[in-house]
């Protein structure tokens, strides 16, 4: 079958539903055992979360004010609006 890979979940941040591509979405790693990010004995255990590219944004935002490293944005989310606005898009 001729596509793309689809999928539909809530943001991990906000709990927005969106569309995304389960090959190329931000997600973040969760240990279910704590609800928080996995210490490094736990990270066999940890499950992955996608987060929506306003979250990725707006955590982007925060970074540079703190001089941190960005999340990666990429054309994660600008790949997947392209298709849709052109009709190329599998539903």
Known sequence: MDGYPT??????????????DPQRVVSIAIDPATGAYPVPERWPHRELFPVCHFC?????????????????????????????????WPL
Not at 75 to 83: H, Q, S
């Open 56 to 88: 990725v944004r707006r955590a982007n935002i925060e970074r540079r004010k703190r001089g941190l490293p960005l999340g990666y944005e990429g054309d994660t989310y600008e790949d997947l609006m392209r298709r849709l606005a052109a009709g190329d």
């Open 7 to 20: 999928a539909l979940a809530h943001c991990f941040g906000c709990t927005r539903l969106f569309w995304f």
